[in-house]
């Protein structure tokens, strides 16, 4: 029987079943420039695993049906174990089987853009798996600090084979690892941390210490290992903290409850104690804050890459909502105001796919000195700008679905999840104002030897040089800046946001068309800056802008 009483009518048909790499012509120029011939095949039917139904049936039901804390078994024993859903297991084997972790660290030059265009596009999918995913990736190569634990553990780290047990590293197919820095009184600053580390005595996995104390945000708790840092006589160390011992025991690590978040809702983030853990030292006593940096620079990459990807989804589910649905006589995205929209979300999200590849470009060569110094000014740029913009677009794109954006429906309200997560990453890894004062001291060590990153951002911005009057003037003002020094903290942000923009107009003249270049120059270069989405001079390319955006 039934109990109709009208037909439903003007409802887009979703976004399922395209292919998340063929339909997006940013990253795939972009990766033409980084990589030109590389083959696109992997990348293609990645693509079209991460569209399918299926995948995002699983990123749904792992959001709704979120990590379980179970600190002790019925018989009263501490387990300290966190139960995931199976789609959550079916999404974080997907990624590893994809290389998306340490791979790269064992594959030769390109892997790491490889890897950012992969991480870029699956956070389109689900990002919250990736948090593990990205900490493994950023760790790797911080333990070669550590010799013999290198040894033992990096074919795990890099194997594409994932394995959720938790069991000793021998007997596993595949390991993650995660990071441990916060505490209750400091993130930003840990030289505040006050958990302690005791040295016991050397064994084969070298400087063995005990660790006690407690970490405020400890998230992935059940990755196999994790880097963390304590307090020693001669400051700040970073340590291996394995959750399994060598001889099988469970280590002394308890999680205390895992947090309620606004967003992220399948990764677990948890707070942890440890009650005497056992640790190995990595590094020397004292040099653990250079350890948390260079850690940092990988985990800060991936909060770009994932940032460029949550708002290459919401443009994509922006453009289908509005290309379908219809008001007052043509669809949506035919409203000259719409197309202003439209055209200005597709711009923001291209110059944040752009940044971020050439981030990874940067960590891809490592072994280039000017490549090191672009990685130096790049990484608090992109981290800043990228997640910056990124909340802003998520709202803009949800509201271009009317109230449906807003709606979740049992965890369908793919667009709701990305406006949850987006601030997330602009918070954890070295927040904005963070990012900003990062910079600034980047920009302020020239130390004459090579070692100038005044002089490789201008030499990055040079390859463009004469190609608009608009970017031209931009830079000009920018290097007269920088000329007296990189100004005081107050106006840390303004620099990080125009070195952003300048290196972003700067990459679409590279690899976009000039239709975009153009209408980026214009509305970001002009009229102190980025306004609210939708404020696209006239006579610009609207057609041509949505178009090349279109996801499918
Ligand atoms: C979901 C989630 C998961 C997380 N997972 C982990 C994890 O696995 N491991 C881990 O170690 N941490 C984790 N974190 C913690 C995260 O990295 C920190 O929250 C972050 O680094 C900020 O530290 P804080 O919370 O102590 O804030 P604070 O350090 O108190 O900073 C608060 C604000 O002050 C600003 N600020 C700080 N210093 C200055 C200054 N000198 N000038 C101007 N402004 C300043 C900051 O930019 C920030 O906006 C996680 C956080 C979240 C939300």
């Given at each position: 029987?039934?109990?109709?009483?009208?037909?439903?009518?003007?409802?887009?048909?979703?976004?399922?079943?395209?292919?998340?790499?063929?339909?997006?012509?940013?990253?795939?120029?972009?990766?033409?420039?980084?990589?030109?011939?590389?083959?696109?095949?992997?990348?293609?039917?990645?693509?079209?695993?991460?569209?399918?139904?299926?995948?995002?049936?699983?990123?749904?039901?792992?959001?709704?049906?979120?990590?379980?804390?179970?600190?002790?078994?019925?018989?009263?024993?501490?387990?300290?174990?966190?139960?995931?859903?199976?789609?959550?297991?079916?999404?974080?084997?997907?990624?590893?089987?994809?290389?998306?972790?340490?791979t790269p660290w064992a594959r030769g030059p390109g892997a790491h853009v490889e890897r950012a265009a992969a991480f870029l596009m699956f956070t389109q999918l689900e990002p919250s798996v990736l948090c593990?995913?990205?900490?493994?990736?950023?760790?790797?190569?911080?333990?070669?600090?550590?010799?013999?634990v290198f040894a033992a553990w990096f074919d795990k780290l890099a194997s594409t084979r994932y394995d959720p047990r938790l069991a000793f590293v021998g007997t596993k197919t595949g390991v993650t690892m995660g990071m441990g820095m916060t505490e209750k009184q400091g993130g930003s600053d840990v030289r505040a941390n006050t958990t302690r580390a005791e040295f016991t005595g050397d064994d084969a996995w070298g400087a063995c210490y005990r660790l006690t104390g407690h970490k405020w945000f400890f998230s992935a708790p059940m990755c196999d290992a994790f880097l963390v840092l304590a307090q020693t006589p001669a400051g700040l160390g970073c340590f291996f903290l394995p959750r399994v011992l060598p001889d099988g025991r469970m280590n002394a690590i308890e999680i205390q409850r895992l947090k309620d978040k606004l967003g992220n809702q399948a990764n677990a983030s948890s707070e942890v104690e440890f009650n005497g853990a056992l640790a190995w030292r990595v590094g020397e006593e004292g040099r653990g804050i250079a350890q948390i940096l260079e850690m940092g620079t990988l985990t800060r990459l991936d909060c770009a890459l994932g940032t460029a990807g949550l708002m290459r989804g919401a443009v994509a589910l922006a453009l289908n909502h509005a290309s379908q649905r219809q008001a007052f006589g043509k669809a949506l995205s035919d409203q000259p105001l719409m197309k202003n929209v439209l055209a200005d979300l597709a711009l923001e999200s291209e110059a944040a796919t752009a940044l971020a590849m050439r981030l990874a470009r940067a960590v891809d060569k490592q072994d280039d000195p000017f490549e090191t110094l672009m990685r130096r000014v790049l990484t608090p740029v992109a981290k800043f700008w990228v997640c910056k913009r990124g909340s802003a677009l998520a709202q803009e794109a949800m509201e271009c679905l009317g109230g449906n954006g807003y709606v979740e429906e049992h965890g369908e309200g793919v667009m709701a999840r990305i406006y949850r997560e987006m601030p997330l990453n602009s918070i954890w890894e070295g927040a904005g104002n963070i990012m900003a004062l990062d910079l600034m001291r980047a920009l302020r060590k020239r130390d004459g030897r090579g070692g100038d990153t005044v002089q490789a951002l201008e030499a990055e911005l040079a390859t463009t040089r004469g190609a608009s009057t608009v970017l031209d003037r931009f830079t000009d003002a920018l290097f007269a800046r920088l000329a007296d020094g990189a100004g005081d903290e107050h106006d840390a942000r303004r620099l990080a946001q125009d070195v952003a923009l300048a290196v972003q107009a700067s990459l679409l003249r590279r690899h976009a068309p000039d239709f975009t270049f153009d209408a980026f120059c214009r509305s970001r270069l002009t009229d102190g800056g980025p306004q609210v989405f939708g404020t696209l001079p006239s006579g610009l390319a609207f057609d041509s802008i949505i178009h090349r955006a279109m996801p499918q």
């Amino acid at each position: 029987m039934t109990m109709a009483t009208h037909e439903v009518t003007n409802q887009p048909v979703p976004l399922v079943g395209h292919n998340v790499y063929a339909g997006d012509r940013a990253l795939r120029d972009a990766l033409a420039f980084h990589l030109p011939g590389a083959d696109e095949s992997g990348r293609t039917s990645l693509g079209a695993l991460l569209g399918s139904e299926a995948m995002q049936t699983h990123a749904r039901l792992a959001n709704v049906h979120r990590p379980q804390l179970h600190t002790h078994d019925r018989f009263g024993h501490r387990v300290d174990t966190v139960e995931f859903h199976p789609s959550y297991h079916a999404l974080i084997g997907s990624a590893i089987e994809a290389g998306l972790h340490a791979t790269p660290w064992a594959r030769g030059p390109g892997a790491h853009v490889e890897r950012a265009a992969a991480f870029l596009m699956f956070t389109q999918l689900e990002p919250s798996v990736l948090c593990p995913v990205s900490m493994t990736y950023a760790v790797t190569p911080a333990l070669r600090d550590n010799a013999p634990v290198f040894a033992a553990w990096f074919d795990k780290l890099a194997s594409t084979r994932y394995d959720p047990r938790l069991a000793f590293v021998g007997t596993k197919t595949g390991v993650t690892m995660g990071m441990g820095m916060t505490e209750k009184q400091g993130g930003s600053d840990v030289r505040a941390n006050t958990t302690r580390a005791e040295f016991t005595g050397d064994d084969a996995w070298g400087a063995c210490y005990r660790l006690t104390g407690h970490k405020w945000f400890f998230s992935a708790p059940m990755c196999d290992a994790f880097l963390v840092l304590a307090q020693t006589p001669a400051g700040l160390g970073c340590f291996f903290l394995p959750r399994v011992l060598p001889d099988g025991r469970m280590n002394a690590i308890e999680i205390q409850r895992l947090k309620d978040k606004l967003g992220n809702q399948a990764n677990a983030s948890s707070e942890v104690e440890f009650n005497g853990a056992l640790a190995w030292r990595v590094g020397e006593e004292g040099r653990g804050i250079a350890q948390i940096l260079e850690m940092g620079t990988l985990t800060r990459l991936d909060c770009a890459l994932g940032t460029a990807g949550l708002m290459r989804g919401a443009v994509a589910l922006a453009l289908n909502h509005a290309s379908q649905r219809q008001a007052f006589g043509k669809a949506l995205s035919d409203q000259p105001l719409m197309k202003n929209v439209l055209a200005d979300l597709a711009l923001e999200s291209e110059a944040a796919t752009a940044l971020a590849m050439r981030l990874a470009r940067a960590v891809d060569k490592q072994d280039d000195p000017f490549e090191t110094l672009m990685r130096r000014v790049l990484t608090p740029v992109a981290k800043f700008w990228v997640c910056k913009r990124g909340s802003a677009l998520a709202q803009e794109a949800m509201e271009c679905l009317g109230g449906n954006g807003y709606v979740e429906e049992h965890g369908e309200g793919v667009m709701a999840r990305i406006y949850r997560e987006m601030p997330l990453n602009s918070i954890w890894e070295g927040a904005g104002n963070i990012m900003a004062l990062d910079l600034m001291r980047a920009l302020r060590k020239r130390d004459g030897r090579g070692g100038d990153t005044v002089q490789a951002l201008e030499a990055e911005l040079a390859t463009t040089r004469g190609a608009s009057t608009v970017l031209d003037r931009f830079t000009d003002a920018l290097f007269a800046r920088l000329a007296d020094g990189a100004g005081d903290e107050h106006d840390a942000r303004r620099l990080a946001q125009d070195v952003a923009l300048a290196v972003q107009a700067s990459l679409l003249r590279r690899h976009a068309p000039d239709f975009t270049f153009d209408a980026f120059c214009r509305s970001r270069l002009t009229d102190g800056g980025p306004q609210v989405f939708g404020t696209l001079p006239s006579g610009l390319a609207f057609d041509s802008i949505i178009h090349r955006a279109m996801p499918q």
